[in-house]
């Protein structure tokens, strides 16, 4: 297992054009890393540079602190899982997982290889399938075949890109669960690439959130959706996305199209000087007024609206505000947009309704918003003016204290699973198992110190 450091890394690809722009990342060991973007953001050249597959323009790669910017992708033993799986379709499971150890011909004993492959194949649950051929297992399965070639292969991080894109919603689910349990089991270092939020927020301890090639933030998920450094973070992460309002501020009282709403001093200080501000509202920090009991009422502010539809969830439901902006706001929108890579921002709020709530299209009500929550962004810069650093950094020092626990756990469980690998080590196979397995547990739980604050 190892640290991966990302410091002021540039690819220019041969038009001159510079896919990544200056990235730096300290990627700790044990640590899940997603990158997440828009498409054409520089997720995969970013990625292809650390394994080694696309050359590095600028800037230096470290691994454990070496650098490694020159080093051919097999001296860098980092393992790719890739999107389609590129299993032989003429191999058993066995031999599949079995391949990179026979690639590296006369390296490995027999029993060695066996060893590897069934406890690779018993950690993955793979271990009745090994006889089979690739195009007789479900998706899920061909993708746990993928990570066992690279579990076999001791590599020091697993490098993954888009490895569910070709799954159904379901088994896209479980699968993010397996892998989330496997990353854990193994505490092996991971970088994984998705352009899917839910997927992103899921499995990462750290988001580092991409734009045109440009990192905007990286913090735990939890800092991201609380403490979103700009408008695209804010917009891009949460689902429904967080609602943008245009409003002009007077002393406490924003001026929207929603009607005015008095917010908390603090607050409308952050915005002082300027004139018009994007207000950025999640949509659970709305609620029906009727439904808000006494001792929260008074955090937030209230306003009357026209509802043009509800849609009921069950548990929860969503309702649509639209509203009628000024020209310049309009501009202001589309501006955005264009900012957000959307193709049109519309001049509509999405609000979280309690499933008890009678609001319905058409009607006049109430709707309360907690003014506590919301966030107020410049709109030139997109900067979020009301960010609490603090708050956000200690978040992500959240992640990394549980990152260290959970990895602990997971390998501490003594299953069967954990003690294949434990054996592994011990037996003095090759130097680098064995460093990797006595190394991972306290790595973990330095990585975490080492990375407070961050
Ligand atoms: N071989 C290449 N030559 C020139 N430009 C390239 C090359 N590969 C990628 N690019 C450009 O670099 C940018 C980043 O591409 P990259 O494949 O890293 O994006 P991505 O974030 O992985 O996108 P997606 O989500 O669509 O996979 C894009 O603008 C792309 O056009
Ligand atoms: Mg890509």
């Known amino acids: 297992m190892a640290s991966i450091t990302l410091n002021h890394l540039v690819k220019k690809y041969g038009d001159g054009f510079p896919a990544v722009n200056d990235i730096s990342i300290d990627i700790a060991d044990g640590e899940f890393i997603i990158l997440v973007g828009p498409s054409g953001c520089g997720k995969s050249t970013l990625l292809r540079m650390i394994v080694g597959l696309e050359d590095i323009t600028d800037g230096d790669l470290l691994i454990d602190g070496n650098r490694v910017n020159d080093k051919a992708p097999r001296d860098r033993n980092l393992a790719m899982v890739f999107q389609n ?43 009745d399938h090994l006889q089979r051929k690739p195009a007789n297992l479900s998706g899920g399965q061909r993708q746990r075949v993928a990570m066992g070639r690279a579990i076999v292969r001791q590599a020091d991080a697993f490098l993954f890109d888009e490895p569910l894109s070709n799954l159904d919603a379901k088994l896209r689910g479980q699968m993010r669960a397996e892998i989330s349990q496997m990353q854990r089991r193994l505490g092996v270092t991971s970088v994984y690439v998705t352009h899917d939020q839910t997927e992103a927020m899921t499995l990462g301890d750290r988001v580092a959130v ?45 001026r929207t199209a929603l009607g005015d709403l008095a917010i908390p001093a603090e607050k409308a200080a952050k915005a002082a000087g300027k004139k018009v501000v994007l207000v950025g509202v999640r949509p659970e920090f709305f609620e029906d007024a009727k439904l808000v009991e006494d001792s929260k009422r008074g955090h937030g502010s209230t306003f009357h609206a026209v509802l043009s539809h509800t849609e009921w969830l069950g548990n929860e439901q969503y309702g649509y505000i639209n509203f009628d902006p000024a020209p310049e706001v309009r501009e202001l929108l589309n501006n955005l947009a264009k900012e957000m890579d959307a193709d049109e921002l519309r001049p509509q709020i999405v609000v979280t309704l309690d499933a008890a709530s009678r609001i319905r299209g058409g009607r006049e009500a109430e709707i309360w918003l907690d003014t506590r ?54 037996d003095g196979g090759s130097p680098a198992g064995a460093s990797a397995g006595s190394s991972s547990r306290g790595g973990a739980t330095a990585a975490g110190g080492k990375h407070a604050g961050g």
């Open 85 to 127: 799986y590129a299993l032989y379709p003429h191999l058993t499971v066995y031999e599949n997982i079995a391949f990179p150890l026979r690639l590296a011909k006369g390296k490995h004993s027999e029993e060695e290889v066996d060893r590897l492959v069934t406890g690779a194949a018993s950690t993955l649950e793979l271990t």
């Open 210 to 254: 991409l734009k045109k090639g440009e990192l905007q933030q990286i913090a735990s998920p939890r800092e991201l959706y609380e403490q979103p450094r700009n408008l695209f973070v804010a917009g891009f992460i949460g689902s429904p996305s967080m609602n943008f309002l245009p409003a002009t501020v007077e002393g406490n009282v924003l």
């Open 373 to 426: 929550k919301l966030h107020l962004f410049d709109p030139e810069t997109g900067d979020n003016l009301t960010r609490d650093e603090a708050a956000g950094a200690a978040l992500t020092e959240e992640a990394n204290q549980e990152r260290a626990e959970e990895i602990a756990n997971a390998q501490g469980d003594g299953d069967s699973t954990a003690s294949g690998f434990s054996s592994r080590n011990t």
